[in-house]
């Protein structure tokens, strides 16, 4: 049995609605894809389909949105709940540590005073 689902664009909250099976394993609505995530617009097979991991919308350019709502032309995106090996798979990348700066001066090399605490020191020549 299928049933209308609806979703909210991200970027403007327009309305779009998609045909679905009675089972949803839906993960999020977000304005990206998941990275390493595949995507199928909202007119090809998606349910049942272990290639497919969401569906990718454009604003009111696709066919989906609701009677009376206007689209925005944004793309976003409809992604699934992923498992691996039985587990289910987050979709966020883990954060990479950097480092900013390494163990040098705290001040700049190049023109300055001599030395600390000692301003710029001047020569002058007479003829």
Do not use: N
């Not at 304005?31 to 617009?41: D, I, K, L, Q, R």
């Not at 049942?48 to 569906?55: A, L, P, S």
């Not at 691996?84 to 190049?110: C, F, H, K, M, Y």
């Amino acid at each position: 049995m299928s049933y209308t689902v609806s979703y909210h664009c991200p970027s403007c909250e327009a309305i779009v609605e998609l045909d679905r099976e009675g089972y949803l394993d839906d993960k999020a609505v977000t304005p990206y894809p998941f990275e390493g995530w595949s995507y199928v617009a909202p007119d090809e097979p998606f349910e049942d389909k272990d290639d497919v991991d969401g569906v990718a919308f454009t604003c009111g350019e696709d066919g989906t949105l609701r009677d009376g709502e206007t689209g925005c032309g944004a793309s976003f995106y409809l992604s699934f709940v992923r498992f691996d090996e039985g587990s289910e798979i987050d979709p966020r990348q883990p954060s990479e540590r950097v480092e900013l700066a390494d163990e040098s001066p705290t001040a700049p090399s190049g023109p300055g005073p001599l030395r600390p605490g000692i301003g710029w020191l001047l020569v002058v020549v007479s003829p």
